[in-house]
């Protein structure tokens, strides 16, 4: 008898402690706009935004770019367009496909309004357009498939879901969200193994993607210290500190020296690989 008491008191304490973990467990935040899993205030405009701008220069003399060969798809090899790799694109020193973006700043303490336009990433002549692209987490990503022929989109996200989806030619668009901030998420198609894209996904919108000038320019930042980020596919990541006064308009320029090899960012997981 004692010994049958004893077990019903031993259940009676495990159950009272797995009620009181469960109780005590963080329940993710209804107001979760950002997708870091925090509840933040949303921001108010006062109207003092500023404004940062740039050029982007690549010092060296770039590397030929190789032939693809996409015989493997008759309809590929058919298509209209370039087709030499576009990993590294530069045109009189300015280097292009820079992503650009400023976090540790006031824009990590805020959620933003999510833009109702998705934003489109196009299947052309066999490649990705663009090829290297930002999103706010939540917005819609619109995939399309130009192409004479079937495509298969895999996204390869380290924190978001991972997804692997054919589209056929004359498919209606694919529609996705990222709901968690990743830079940058590697895209491939599974059908040609060329293709290759990178989202950077955000939850504010001050980020944006050098031109093939190199220019960039991040509009309605509001007024605050921060690290600005460059990130490159081939080159790596490089960070700069960068403060914004009420209105401010102000330049910032940088440089990737030839031979620069590429490092995982801030929000990677795996080995690093570090510019010299």
Same mark, same amino acid.
């Given at each position: 008898?004692?010994?049958r008491?004893?077990?019903?008191?031993?259940m009676?304490?495990l159950a009272?402690?797995?009620?009181?973990?469960?109780?005590?467990?963080?329940?993710?935040a209804?107001?979760?706009?950002?997708? #870091?899993?925090?509840?933040?205030?949303q921001?108010?405009?006062?109207?003092?935004?500023g404004?940062i701008?740039?050029k982007i220069?690549?010092?060296g003399?770039?590397?030929t770019?190789?032939?693809?060969?996409?015989?493997?798809?008759?309809?590929?090899?058919?298509?209209?367009?370039?087709?030499?790799?576009?990993?590294?694109?530069?045109?009189?020193?300015?280097?292009?496909n820079?992503?650009v973006y400023?976090k540790?700043?006031?824009v990590?303490?805020?959620?933003?309004?999510?833009p109702?336009?998705?934003?489109?990433?196009?299947?052309?002549?066999?490649?990705?357009?663009?090829?290297v692209?930002?999103?706010?987490?939540?917005q819609?990503?619109e995939?399309?498939?130009s192409?004479?022929?079937?495509?298969?989109?895999?996204?390869?996200?380290?924190?978001?879901?991972?997804?692997?989806?054919?589209?056929?030619?004359?498919?209606?668009?694919?529609?996705?969200?990222?709901?968690?901030?990743e830079?940058?998420?590697?895209?491939?198609?599974?059908?040609?193994p060329?293709?290759?894209?990178?989202?950077?996904?955000?939850?504010?919108?001050?980020?944006?993607?050098?031109?093939k000038d190199?220019?960039?320019t991040?509009?309605?930042v509001?007024?605050g210290?921060?690290?600005?980020?460059f990130?490159?596919?081939?080159?790596?990541?490089?960070?700069?500190p960068?403060?914004?006064?009420?209105?401010e308009?102000?330049?910032? #320029?940088?440089?990737?020296k030839?031979?620069?090899t590429?490092?995982?960012?801030s929000?990677q997981?795996?080995?690093a690989?570090?510019?010299p």
């Amino acid at each position: 008898m004692l010994k049958r008491i004893g077990t019903v008191c031993v259940m009676l304490t495990l159950a009272t402690l797995l009620i009181a973990v469960g109780c005590g467990k963080k329940q993710p935040a209804a107001d979760d706009k950002a997708g #870091d899993g925090s509840s933040k205030p949303q921001y108010a405009s006062k109207g003092d935004e500023g404004t940062i701008t740039g050029k982007i220069t690549y010092d060296g003399t770039p590397p030929t770019g190789k032939k693809i060969d996409m015989s493997q798809d008759a309809n590929c090899a058919s298509a209209p367009g370039d087709k030499t790799t576009d990993d590294l694109l530069v045109t009189d020193g300015k280097l292009a496909n820079v992503f650009v973006y400023v976090k540790s700043g006031p824009v990590d303490r805020f959620t933003f309004p999510i833009p109702s336009d998705p934003v489109v990433l196009d299947q052309q002549g066999c490649r990705y357009h663009p090829r290297v692209l930002g999103i706010q987490t939540n917005q819609m990503l619109e995939v399309k498939n130009s192409d004479k022929t079937t495509h298969n989109i895999h996204p390869s996200p380290k924190v978001n879901q991972e997804w692997n989806q054919m589209q056929a030619q004359g498919a209606p668009p694919i529609e996705k969200k990222f709901t968690r901030a990743e830079t940058l998420i590697p895209v491939k198609c599974n059908q040609h193994p060329w293709m290759k894209a990178n989202v950077g996904v955000l939850g504010h919108p001050c980020f944006a993607v050098s031109a093939k000038d190199g220019s960039y320019t991040i509009k309605n930042v509001p007024p605050g210290s921060y690290t600005l980020v460059f990130w490159h596919e081939t080159l790596g990541e490089k960070t700069q500190p960068i403060t914004i006064a009420a209105k401010e308009s102000k330049a910032q #320029d940088i440089t990737y020296k030839a031979g620069a090899t590429a490092r995982a960012t801030s929000m990677q997981i795996g080995p690093a690989l570090v510019l010299p």
